[in-house]
């Protein structure tokens, strides 16, 4: 028979005479991330399917109920992991919703428009600015014909009360 390329390891292999269509080779770790692209796939696929899955998960958490609880006290790396790829996740799907839009939020209606721009907009599918650093320096213009002191006679350059 031919030799193959696993999709996967990309090594060479030789396919199943019970399975001709073979393309993935039977190294453990390659059949492990096999079963979980398709396991992925009908989740997004099949309706059904993703219903059973979701009863099945209900199910083994009413038969459990302390399970997760015991598993974070005894694994408190793991929940800080977790944390962590929780906020990422989060972050994610905030940007998601502003996918059609430009990557930056409004902070402040000014004159001088002021916008945020940060890391974040790489994962935005319409991104059309590039990434950089962004400094806002705001110019204080003093009301027409206010009189301000000179700093000789105020050394804080400001006025001194008055008593009135």
């Known amino acids: 028979?031919?030799?193959?390329?696993?999709?996967?390891?990309?090594?060479?292999?030789?396919?199943?005479?019970?399975?001709?269509?073979?393309?993935?080779?039977?190294?453990?770790?390659?059949?492990?991330?096999?079963?979980?692209?398709?396991h992925r796939a009908k989740l997004a696929a099949d309706i059904e399917y993703r219903e059973v899955c979701r009863d099945s998960s209900?199910?083994?958490?009413?038969?459990?109920?302390g399970y997760w609880k015991e598993y974070r006290v005894k694994n408190p790396s793991a929940t800080e992991q977790?944390?962590?790829q929780q906020k990422r996740r989060d972050q994610k799907r905030k940007l998601c919703h502003l996918a059609n839009n430009t990557p930056a939020l409004d902070l402040k209606h000014s004159a001088a428009n002021?916008?945020?721009?940060?890391?974040?907009?790489?994962l935005l599918a319409n991104n059309n600015s590039a990434a950089g650093q962004v400094w806002v320096i705001e110019v204080v213009v003093p009301a027409?014909?206010?009189?301000?002191?000179?700093?000789?006679?105020?050394?804080?350059?400001?006025?001194?009360?008055?008593?009135?």
């Open 82 to 84: 977790n944390r962590g």
């Open 114 to 122: 002021i916008w945020l721009v940060g890391p974040g907009a790489t």
């Open 1 to 38: 028979m031919d030799q193959r390329l696993c999709r996967y390891c990309q090594k060479n292999f030789q396919p199943s005479k019970f399975q001709p269509q073979q393309t993935i080779c039977g190294h453990p770790e390659c059949q492990r991330r096999r079963r979980s692209d398709y």
């Open 58 to 65: 209900r199910k083994w958490r009413a038969t459990h109920p």
């Open 144 to 164: 027409a014909g206010a009189v301000t002191p000179s700093c000789k006679q105020h050394p804080a350059g400001l006025a001194a009360p008055t008593d009135a």
